[in-house]
């Protein structure tokens, strides 16, 4: 880090201190009236498991292959803007009863620190339960879940809809948690479309996906087959895969430790008029994988 202490306003000898602390050799990436920039990284091992404690060390930043100076780390705080999507369509009636189960223990692991939304997805999209804090209304509606009947899921329609949204709401912090199973999907709309929507609004979405999911030629089938490869690693998210719902308590106890154990990774860019047309984390170690997820733009502040 450059100084520009005044070696006058010294005395000799601390003069001569402060000359040798201030001329040390600055960063090789560091580079003057360099912005701020945050980002909110999951660092996992091997294991899938987070990993608490890291520090500057631990991470890699790069924009545009260009390395850049890492100037903190901390543990995210931040409050998170978290929807659940939930598939309560026909192809889900086995799966509910687990839904029932597993989603209001979920919610009581992340409320009230963080608002919640739960969103159906059964024929078209349908909030629920709007952004609250308030985890006993929360969980009352998770635990009268029902699948809707002669009815298909709207996956790919849920999360344009709810990125759009966010694009308005000053919030630091945002992630979908999608939970669907391998029933028909109804949509028209590509899966480029649905994760270019997710990347604007700087938003994490992680797919919780119940059945096998075999690819087909059908455009909903075959846009949402798309949408389970791209989408997470373009936003920063997760994929949890299981072939039956009776694990789906685990699974959501493994989603709300990523989700509580972030960090706030802030490093710096030079200023300039044209923002990097890509930004990359990597892990310095070997036995992490990291994943990252841009800061959202707050107005009013959070």
């Given at each position: 880090?450059?100084?520009?202490?005044?070696?006058?306003?010294?005395?000799?000898?601390?003069a001569?201190?402060?000359?040798?602390?201030?001329?040390?050799?600055a960063?090789?990436?560091?580079?003057?009236?360099?912005?701020?920039?945050?980002?909110?990284?999951?660092?996992?091992?091997?294991?899938?498991?987070p990993?608490?404690?890291?520090?500057?060390?631990?991470?890699?930043?790069?924009?545009?292959?260009?390395?850049?100076?890492i100037?903190?780390?901390?543990?995210?705080?931040?409050?998170?803007?978290?929807?659940?999507?939930i598939?309560?369509?026909?192809?889900?009636?086995?799966?509910?009863?687990?839904?029932?189960?597993?989603?209001?223990?979920?919610?009581?692991?992340?409320?009230?620190?963080?608002?919640i939304?739960?969103?159906?997805?059964a024929?078209?999209?349908?909030?629920?339960?709007?952004?609250?804090?308030?985890?006993?209304?929360?969980?009352?509606?998770?635990?009268?879940l029902?699948?809707?009947?002669?009815?298909?899921?709207?996956?790919?329609?849920?999360?344009?809809?709810?990125?759009?949204?966010?694009?308005?709401?000053?919030?630091?912090?945002?992630?979908?948690?999608?939970?669907?199973?391998?029933?028909?999907e109804?949509?028209?709309?590509?899966?480029?479309?649905?994760?270019?929507?997710?990347?604007?609004?700087?938003?994490?979405?992680?797919?919780?996906?119940?059945?096998?999911?075999?690819?087909?030629?059908?455009?909903?089938?075959?846009?949402?087959?798309?949408?389970?490869?791209d989408?997470?690693?373009?936003?920063?998210?997760?994929?949890?895969?299981?072939?039956?719902?009776?694990?789906?308590?685990?699974?959501?106890e493994?989603?709300?430790r990523d989700?509580?154990s972030?960090?706030?990774?802030?490093?710096?860019?030079?200023?300039?008029?044209?923002?990097?047309?890509?930004?990359?984390?990597?892990?310095?170690?070997?036995?992490?994988s990291?994943?990252?997820?841009?800061?959202?733009?707050?107005?009013?502040?959070a």
């Amino acid at each position: 880090m450059r100084c520009t202490w005044p070696l006058a306003a010294f005395t000799p000898a601390l003069a001569l201190m402060a000359a040798f602390v201030c001329t040390a050799p600055a960063h090789p990436r560091a580079q003057a009236g360099a912005a701020e920039h945050t980002l909110y990284v999951s660092a996992v091992d091997k294991s899938g498991a987070p990993v608490e404690g890291l520090g500057q060390d631990a991470f890699i930043v790069k924009e545009n292959g260009v390395r850049r100076e890492i100037l903190r780390v901390s543990k995210a705080v931040e409050p998170i803007d978290i929807t659940i999507l939930i598939d309560n369509s026909t192809a889900a009636t086995d799966g509910v009863l687990y839904m029932r189960k597993a989603i209001p223990a979920f919610v009581q692991a992340l409320s009230p620190a963080n608002p919640i939304t739960l969103v159906g997805l059964a024929d078209r999209p349908t909030v629920l339960v709007k952004s609250t804090t308030d985890t006993k209304k929360l969980t009352k509606e998770a635990e009268g879940l029902f699948a809707r009947p002669t009815t298909g899921a709207t996956l790919l329609d849920g999360i344009y809809e709810i990125s759009r949204g966010l694009e308005t709401r000053d919030v630091p912090r945002a992630a979908i948690v999608a939970i669907f199973t391998d029933g028909q999907e109804f949509t028209n709309r590509y899966s480029k479309d649905v994760i270019a929507e997710a990347v604007r609004a700087q938003t994490a979405v992680h797919l919780v996906t119940i059945g096998r999911f075999e690819h087909g030629e059908e455009q909903g089938i075959r846009e949402r087959s798309f949408l389970l490869t791209d989408a997470p690693p373009a936003t920063g998210g997760r994929v949890y895969t299981m072939l039956t719902a009776n694990g789906l308590s685990q699974t959501l106890e493994k989603v709300a430790r990523d989700l509580l154990s972030q960090y706030k990774v802030v490093y710096g860019r030079p200023q300039t008029t044209i923002p990097p047309s890509s930004v990359e984390v990597t892990a310095a170690r070997d036995d992490l994988s990291v994943r990252s997820t841009p800061a959202r733009t707050v107005k009013r502040g959070a």
